[in-house]
T-cell receptor, first 114, second 114 residues
Framework: DQQVKQNSPSLSVQEGRISILNCDYT??????FLWYKKYPAEGPTFLIS?????DKNEDGRFTVFLNKSAKHLSLHIVPSQPGDSAVYFC?????????????FGGGTRLMVKP | DSGVTQTPKHLITATGQRVTLRCSPR?????VYWYQQSLDQGLQFLIQ???????AKGNILERFSAQQFPDLHSELNLSSLELGDSALYFC?????????????FGPGTRLTVL
């Protein structure tokens, strides 16, 4: 049972436009969410996170929105650049004493065309 | 470069064999994580250690075991290997054990079981 889902396996966007990557989750215990970016032959790299006490977090060109009632989060990249082409993973964690276990979605491949 | 190193980069072995994957965390990081990325299962959390102690456990098979040594490096041991164990194995590290401690991923070890 996939608790974190990224329903779009791929997304193609023109350079300079907005990229919107979506993520849905089912586990209501998740209260901390993260986005990671992955280039080929490299490990995932942390991008941005959001706690469930917020509905928006911004870092430069990257903004994450959280809709708790819909159990949905999205990552907006504005403006998109060719160097943003990568696989993006959303991840979630639940409040527990069990450490820092992340549950990842399946990833969305973003292609930004010049 | 995340500062997390993993060896070897590639490993090819046969069914029934045993292998050891090694991870050195970023300087100053006390927590180490292991993840498995396979084609059909995505990126899955296996286990977390903090300062030598097991902190959290995911869906890690009984054939797999891990440990974190006093110098903080970690090893993941995979035994009685099966074809389905072929995957990318990532190690990550963070400064502490908590959910808000960013996990930095290594480049991964690609395991192929023939």
């Amino acid at each position: 049972d996939q608790q974190v889902k990224q329903n779009s396996p791929s997304l193609s966007v023109q350079e300079g436009r907005i990229s919107i990557l979506n993520c849905d989750y089912t586990n209501s215990m998740f209260d901390y969410f993260l986005w990671y970016k992955k280039y080929p032959a490299e490990g995932p790299t942390f991008l941005i996170s959001i706690s469930s006490i917020k509905d928006k977090n911004e870092d430069g060109r990257f903004t994450v929105f959280l809709n708790k009632s819909a159990k949905h989060l999205s990552l907006h990249i504005v403006p998109s650049q060719p160097g943003d082409s990568a696989v993006y993973f959303c991840a979630a964690s639940a409040n527990s004493n069990a450490g820092n276990m992340l549950t990842f979605g399946g990833g969305t491949r973003l292609m930004v065309k010049p | 470069d995340s500062g997390v190193t993993q060896t070897p980069k590639h490993l090819i072995t046969a069914t029934g064999q045993r292998v050891t994957l090694r991870c050195s965390p970023r300087s100053g990081d006390l927590s180490v994580y292991w993840y498995q990325q396979s084609l059909d299962q995505g990126l899955q959390f296996l286990i977390q250690y903090y300062n030598g102690e097991e902190r959290a456990k995911g869906n890690i098979l009984e054939r797999f075991s891990a440990q974190q040594f006093p110098d903080l490096h970690s090893e993941l041991n995979l035994s009685s290997l099966e074809l389905g164990d072929s995957a990318l194995y990532f190690c990550a590290s963070s400064v502490g054990p908590h959910r808000t401690d960013t996990q930095y991923f290594g480049p991964g070890t690609r395991l192929t079981v023939l």
